[in-house]
Structures are given as C-alpha cells and as structure tokens.
C-alpha cells in the first residue's frame, strides 16, 4: 500500500478523483456522440444521373440501301420512275451562279459533296439512263447496295483504307476464326448529298465524388 | 495517469483494501462507457459484413489456383453476385490466347469527342454509377497543340466538335513496361502473355500505389462502396474482368477481356459512331492495327519518352 505514491499523498488522490469524475462525464459524451453517430457520418453522395440510352446506342448514323433492303423496309423513296418518266433523262436546271436549282420534290436534299458547290451535277454518280442505279465517272454502272464501289471510284485511299478495316466502322469479332464480323458501309455514317460527319450532342461529362465540375466556358486559346 | 492508478490500486497482497464502494462505482462506470465508445466507434465496421467472406479470406494467389479451386472461386463469385444484385452471372476465367498480343489505335482525325465510348465502357463492364467510375477519359484541346496538362475534359458544348479543338481518348495504355505493374507491393496486377494489364480485385490491398505510378491516369479506386442499378448489369463476366469490384479495390480498362479473350471487338470501338477505333492482333499482319501501324502516321505513344511503350497509338488519315 504503502508502494502507491498517489493514494499516500491527499491532494493527489484528490485530483485523481476529479479527474476520473471528469473522465466519466467525458466518455459519457463520447458514448452518446459515437451511439447517435453525430459525426463521421457520411454524407450520401447525391445520385448521378444514369446516362441516356441514346449514348450507348451502337446503331450507325444513317441506314443504307441495303439495310433497308435487308430489313424489308419501304423502299419507295428508291423507286424512281414512280414520278420519273423512263428513257428520259431528267433535265438539270442551274441558277446564275450555277448552283443547281433542286426541284421541290427533292427538297431533302442538300447539295453538299464537295467544296465549292462544284459537284453540282447529279449523274457525277447518278444514272441517268436508269435512275434506280448509279455510275462511276468512267462510266461503270453501279447498283445502290454496292455504293461503296462508287465512292471509291474518287476516294481511292479511304477506300483502301476501308477495305483494310483502317477506315469506317466494324463490329462483331476481331478474330475472323471465331465469328462473323460486320464492315459499315460508306453511307452508314456519310450523307451521299453532304457527306461531312454531322456534329451531335456529347455525352456528359465526368462528375466529382462530392459537388461538381463548373464547366469551363472555352478554357484557353492555346497560343 | 489517474485510470490506471485506480486499478493499480487493487494489489492482491491485500485484496480490497482500497476499493471502496465508491471508487469501485467509479471504476467500472468509466471501463463501461470507455468500452462502449469503443465499440460505437467500431460500428461503421457493421456495414463491411458481406465484404469479406472466409471463402475469399482464404483464397489462394491468382496464379497458383487449380482449375478445380478456380471452379470452386467462380461459383463463388456467382453466388456473391446473384445475392447482391439479383441476376445470375455467367463468369469466367479467360485466359490470353496463343499467338495473339493486342493492340488499340485510336484516329485522332475522326475522333468527334461525343464520349459515347466512355458510357459503353461503363456499361460493358459494370463500373459504379454513383460515385461515377469511367475507364476513358476524353481531353480536348485546341488544334496545333498537345499539351496535356492544360487539357480540358469538362467540356460541354451543344455539338461536338467545336472548331479549333481536337479530343484526345485517354484509357489504359496497356503499356509494355508499365510502372503500376513494378510497383504493386501484392502482386495483384501483371501483364499477361497478350499485353493486358490486369487486376485480381480478390488480392488488391487498395495501396493506390498503382494509381500513383501510372503517368496516364487510367487507374480507378473505389473510395466508397460501388454501385450498379440491378437492370444494368451486364451478366457476361470474366474473373479478371468486368466482374462487380467492392470498396478499396483499383480497377481499370482491361481491353475488355471478357469480349477480346473470346474473340470480339472491345465495346468502346463498337459504340464509336465516327470509327476512330481500331483493335485487333499485331501478330496477325492482316488485322487492321497492322495495316495502320504500317501505312498510317502513327505519331505517338502517348509520353512516348517515358519508356513505358504503351500498346495503345494514336495516329492521323492524313
């Protein structure tokens, strides 16, 4: 007993007591805070959007002749000599700047292959003696779902890149041994009339763990 | 201090000599609420319970499973998945095929810069929705630079592309050398015989050490606990894969190996509506990645003078 120093010496034992009274009232408060988990709770995070399905959609930009064929689709917009008359070659009409002037039955289409308004003429790649197909400039006839040959007739190394899969879309199985594989064609994505890519909305962006990003208006010129 | 002074106190030499009722109140009123701030403080603890299981506590190292243990680890894994989310997956443990090493090129001339490719990654393989977990990330920046560190990825414009701007695609490069490789203190990541990288995301320790190490930003941790609306799992899962991760593990594109590994094309190339990606197998000289390799400008590795000779390349059409 006599080996303990703080119960020999008054005044300490009195702090001790103190102490311990505090101590108590201490974890008392600690006790409470931890079983109420009045901190280190962690703040939900707020719920991100699913994305739209229409950004996970693998479908092409446009759909060719021959899907539409493929899929028995109406066909009616390729059957030209419903309003056509046969052996009679629709004739062109320009403006004075010699724009062709698109009739109003063809107001779909704008005329936006090339710079320029150059290739403005329409059996560049038209038929004329037979509407329901198309031609190369070198007077190759070539049918709507092979337009490929067509476009190649000028594009010589896109198509070659196309033709090595370098170029365009492909799907299904890289290794050929072990399932088919699907080669788009050129007017899966490219508009014949206007063939630039068309602009489309983005998908979203990333978001922070907690908050969110301000999107920067455009950042930096770069220079 | 006082605490243990008045335990000290209870000398068995002379048994209760100084325990009065009082200090002995005293005593076991501060041991109590102590242990009880203790095991409050412990409690978040409780919500970890289907985190680990005795199954995988003791689960063998990746590489010296048998295929029966490994059978035995992917019915587990089933288990675990179909219990959590209510769908019975079909997981498997692909391993690289002869004669193949992959290889991905990426057309920084048709690259739009929509993001679809990042969406179909996270779809494809069932990376967290909140928090957002995405293995591509996609840098703008303005035509006639590359300065990567003052690249934009926030960008939200109505049309895509803008003028002046070309968007640069970002994922695991699946590097030859790779540094996050060299530096995990586990062994939970190793490049396989077909040039993935991958994580076993059983034996990941979540060190970050990976994350770190990897000047491309590609790796993933899960900071809190991942999750997946139930209708959009994708139930076609590989071990080492796009199989459902858990809180504190890193993850990261892996070519999607539950697709290349049977043959089929990853589902960012797929998704792509411009076709700026390429896939296929360098060892095969008529794949397409040996066509553009060959003929292309193939102008980067992407930090090419690091050393880490990425798999994965950038070129232009023209």
């Not at chain 1, 890519?197 to 978001?207: I, L, M, Q, S, V």
């Not at chain 2, 400008?297 to 023209?318: A, C, H, M, N, W």
């Amino acid at each position: 007993m006599a080996g303990d120093p703080l119960t020999d010496r008054k005044p300490a034992n009195d702090k001790t007591a103190w102490a311990l009274r505090g101590l108590v009232v201490l974890f008392g408060v600690l006790t409470a805070a931890f079983l109420l988990n009045l901190w280190g709770r962690s703040v939900p995070l707020r719920p991100i959007p699913l994305v739209d399905p229409s950004f996970l959609d693998t479908a092409t930009v446009r759909r060719s002749y021959a899907n539409l064929v493929q899929a028995k689709e109406d066909l009616s917009d390729f059957d030209c000599y419903v309003c056509h008359e046969k052996n009679k070659p629709p004739v062109l009409r320009y403006d004075a700047k010699q724009n062709l002037i698109i009739p109003p039955e063809h107001s779909d289409i704008v005329m936006g292959h090339g710079e320029h308004g150059r290739n403005n003429n329409c059996f560049n790649c038209h038929n004329e003696t037979n509407l329901e197909q198309l031609q190369t400039r070198d007077g190759r006839v070539v049918k709507f779902q092979d337009s490929p040959q067509l476009c190649g007739s000028c594009h010589g190394p896109t198509f070659e890149d196309w033709e090595a899969g370098a170029h365009g879309r492909i799907s299904g199985y890289w290794d050929r041994k072990l399932g088919p594989f699907k080669r788009q064609d050129c007017v899966n994505c490219h508009n014949p009339h206007s063939p630039k890519f068309p602009g489309r909305k983005p998908a979203p962006g990333p978001h922070l763990l907690r908050g969110w990003f301000k999107p920067s208006a455009t950042a930096a010129t770069g220079h | 201090m006082s605490l243990p002074a008045s335990i000290l106190n209870q000398d068995p030499s002379a048994p209760g000599a100084d325990m009065s009722r009082r200090s002995f109140l005293r005593t076991s009123a501060v041991l109590a609420s102590g242990l009880a701030a203790l095991a409050a403080s412990l409690s978040p603890l409780r919500e970890l319970d289907d985190q680990l299981s005795l199954e995988r506590f003791v689960q063998k190292y990746y590489k010296e499973l048998t295929p029966d243990e490994m059978a035995q680890v992917l019915k587990r894994i089933e288990r675990e998945v179909e219990k959590e989310y209510g769908i019975r997956p079909h997981v498997r443990d692909l391993k690289p095929m002869d004669g193949v090493e992959f290889v991905y090129a990426l057309n920084l001339t048709r690259c739009i810069g929509c993001r679809k490719c990042v969406h179909a990654c996270v779809e494809e393989n069932n990376q967290s929705r909140t928090p957002e977990i995405q293995y591509i990330r996609v840098l703008r920046m303005p035509h006639g630079s590359l300065d990567i560190e003052k690249a934009e990825h926030n960008y939200a414009p109505e049309s895509v592309p803008e003028k002046g701007y070309f968007y640069m695609p970002v994922q695991c490069q699946q590097c030859k050398n790779p540094p996050c490789v060299k530096v995990c203190p586990v062994h939970a990541t190793w490049q396989e015989t077909d040039g993935i990288t991958v994580v076993d995301y059983d034996w990941c320790i979540g060190c970050r050490y990976c994350e770190a190490a990897c000047p491309y930003w590609a790796r993933r941790f899960n900071f809190t606990r991942p999750s997946i609306p139930k209708e959009r799992i994708n139930p076609e899962m590989a071990y080492l894969g796009n199989r459902p991760r858990r809180m504190g593990v890193m993850e990261k594109c892996h070519f999607c190996i539950q697709r290349t590994r049977v043959g089929r094309y990853p589902a960012c190339l797929e998704v792509c509506p411009a076709g700026a990606r390429k896939f296929g197998n360098i060892l095969d000289p008529s794949s397409e990645v040996a066509y553009i390799l060959r003929t292309k400008r193939v102008f980067i590795q992407l930090k090419e003078d690091l050393g880490t000779s990425p798999r994965f390349f950038y070129y232009f059409d023209v």
